[in-house]
């Protein structure tokens, strides 16, 4: 189990997730754009689903910078076709039950809750450059205004 997150200037660790409506989506399918992989600890958690409709409010404007949205969790593929139905999402969601790449980007971390110590997904962003670079980090993510704070800084990249 590995805590350490790829940094800024680092090459992002490389992926291949069953995604949301069957196939695939890895590192080599996004390289040629830039890519927000948005680390979430599961669908259908208050946080989680504010954090994704703010992402998919703005998907247009990710579009238009050339960005690649996608959302990743432990959750199964059915898991994230009933959450993107549920809230009409319509960004990418992978699917990594085997938490491979949460293990690879650092981000499945203890937590605490009421006492009690446990294993989970932090929420973390990553920006990705189209050379498949790690252009920024967001650990420990509030969900309220990150999406917009995250678009700012693709569109400068």
Known sequence: MSNTRPLPGEKAPDFDLPRD???NI?????????????FYPKDDTSGCTKEAIEFNALRKDFDKAGVEIV???PDSPKSHDKFKAKH???IALAADEA???VEAYGVWVEKSMYGRKYMGVERATFLID???VVAR????????GHAAEVLEAAKAL
């Open 21 to 23: 409506g069957k196939g």
């Open 26 to 38: 890895s590192l080599a399918s996004l390289r040629g754009r830039k890519a927000v992989l948005y």
């Open 71 to 73: 959302g990743i969790s």
């Open 88 to 90: 009409g999402l319509e």
């Open 99 to 101: 938490r491979a790449m």
């Open 130 to 132: 189209g050379k498949g």
């Open 137 to 144: 980090v967001w650990n420990k993510v509030k969900a309220p």
